[in-house]
């Protein structure tokens, strides 16, 4: 039997995928409100955010997607009914789901893939109620606000995977990172709490400012100096950074190779400049470097993280909060790059 809150509404609002040439374009509808089934819970999206990957879905620039999907990976929001079986949640839970639907612990399966919320078959959380898994939800921390908590499960979660969990980063190592959006900006506060120095790249001398105010230890402009690579050195001694958050993708690549230290990590994340290797990875051996192909975590990692945030004090960098009906001015926001952190979709 399903346990529900009372007055719970019929129908409800969500944003749908509709094919264009190419792409698609956002769509708004009235659906039937989802029921959830055995094992699932009802959950009233309160807040959403945007990370690059919703842009590529939109432009068609990561594969097919179902017609009709609903969009975005990242939300947060209150549990309004459980499906019979479920123990671990209650009415007015707060919670977020997981960006893998199915990697609740233990290493990552290519079969998690399809799962991905708000990409190819796997509808996201821009709606106002989705039925999720019970194991595929985190609990929100008392200290985050909803809008705070929506920006975690893709762009926390993956700095905390490069950096932490597949990183091992430590107080006396440096961190470059590239340009000032969520993970950039996530990297630079878990570097921070754990003693490590933070260069930040951008092309902005006002993000560079905002970025040394929130604890970077020095910043480059790189639209001013494309040749980065060698402040970055001059920055470190001539060392190199130890672990780079290689955001750029392809046209990047080299010179992150070239600010890497000896025995350093990099963590490919973003394809900003495009797809494709483009890079030699000869250096990569000469300096017995690392290179961890990352993509979000688990359920496991996502708890983690979260206690690490409430230790340190932590709170997500929010640039700006758009209504729901305003969901395409925050897609042109994000395509801007204008944004300093992250972009939220107030439900």
């Not at 106002?128 to 929506?150: F, T, Y």
């Not at 490919?268 to 990875?281: A, E, M």
């Not at 975590?297 to 758009?322: C, T, W, Y």
């Amino acid at each position: 039997m399903t346990r529900a809150a009372a007055s719970l509404s019929a129908t409800c609002r969500a944003y749908r995928l509709v094919p264009t040439d190419g792409g698609s374009r956002l769509g708004q509808v009235e659906d039937v409100a989802p029921a959830p089934g055995p094992g699932e819970v009802l959950l009233r999206v309160e807040a959403a955010s945007l990370n690059y990957r919703d842009l590529l879905i939109l432009r068609g620039q990561l594969g097919a997607v179902r017609e009709g999907l609903i969009p975005l990976s990242d939300g947060a929001g209150r549990v309004v009914a459980t499906g019979r079986e479920v123990t671990r949640w209650r009415v007015g839970d707060r919670v977020a789901p997981i960006f893998y639907r199915d990697w609740v612990a233990g290493a990552y399966r290519e079969a998690y893939g399809p799962a991905a919320l708000g990409g190819g078959d796997a509808d996201g959380v821009l709606a106002d109620l989705i039925a999720v898994p019970e194991a595929s939800l985190v609990r929100i921390p008392n200290e985050l606000s909803v809008e705070e908590a929506a920006t975690l499960p893709c762009a926390a979660l993956t700095a905390w995977q490069a950096l932490v969990v597949r990183g091992g980063i430590a107080a006396g190592d440096t961190l470059l990172v590239q340009g000032t959006g969520g993970v950039a900006l996530f990297g630079l506060q878990i570097a921070r709490a754990v003693g490590a120095r933070t260069i930040v790249l951008s092309s902005s001398d006002e993000k560079r400012e905002r970025a040394e105010a929130l604890g970077a230890f020095a910043t480059v402009n790189y639209r001013a100096t494309p040749d980065w690579d060698v402040p970055v050195r001059k920055l470190t001694d001539g060392l190199g950074v130890s672990h780079i958050l290689e955001l750029g993708g392809p046209d990047t690549f080299d010179r992150s190779l070239r600010a890497l230290a000896a025995g350093g990590r990099i963590a490919q994340i973003g394809v900003f400049t495009g797809f494709g290797p483009r890079s030699n990875l000869f250096r990569l051996q000469q300096i017995n470097g690392t290179i961890d192909g990352v993509n979000v975590g688990s359920a496991e990692q996502f708890e983690a993280m979260n206690a690490f945030l409430v230790a340190h004090r932590i709170k997500p960098v929010i640039d700006r909060s758009f209504a729901f009906d305003e969901a395409q001015a925050a897609y042109d926001e994000l395509a801007s790059g204008r944004h300093f952190g992250k972009l939220v979709i107030r439900l």
